[in-house]
């Protein structure tokens, strides 16, 4: 795991976010947080579980503290949830440009999920851990956006280099 590796891959995951967040300004504040189904129910829901996973892995990699586990609640609308995950993407680009290769393969953190058992992973592993964490998720919130109506378009990774290429 390379930085290069990680900025291109963190690169793909925000161009994916701009083109849903693009289709997700056109909701209603009522259809972005109405419960749907779903791991979370609403769109808004996910967004901010997303938003809050990736700054927590962030800050357990040595990145800006993030406190508590961000709540959907305090983000009403769609507006508020995009001004903040402004600055979660400048801070992990940020975090991505201060590191080298080495600090990837050679820092291990320890973290838990839940009340399970202690575990270890690199700063590469967890970073690239919370990059596909957020593909997981984009899925989750184009189906529900299919529910409401609306046509996500197409996220693939394949798509980002087809447009990047050229």
């Known amino acids: 795991m390379t930085v290069n590796d990680l900025r291109a891959l963190y690169d793909y995951c925000y161009w994916a976010n701009a083109r849903l967040f693009d289709v997700i300004s ?3 504040t009522e259809q972005f947080t109405r419960n749907l189904s779903g791991s979370y129910g609403s769109i808004r829901n996910t967004m901010v579980h997303m938003m809050s996973t990736e700054w ?15 709540n959907a609640a305090d983000f009403p609308d769609f507006a508020s949830v995009t001004r903040q995950w ?21 820092d291990m953190v320890e973290f838990a999920l839940g009340a399970g058992p ?3 992973l690199t700063i590469g592993q967890m970073m690239h851990h919370a990059a596909v964490h957020g ?32």
């Open 26 to 28: 056109r909701l209603t």
């Open 56 to 70: 927590g892995w962030l800050e357990r990699c040595g990145g800006p503290k993030r406190g508590p586990r961000l």
């Open 86 to 106: 402004k600055q979660v993407e400048s801070q992990i680009r940020g975090f991505l440009a201060a590191q080298r290769d080495e600090d990837f393969d050679r």
């Open 118 to 120: 202690a575990q270890t």
């Open 135 to 166: 593909v997981h998720h984009r899925g989750q919130i184009a189906l529900l956006l299919r529910e409401l109506g609306y046509s996500p378009g197409d996220c693939d990774i394949l798509f980002y280099y087809a447009e990047t290429r050229r």
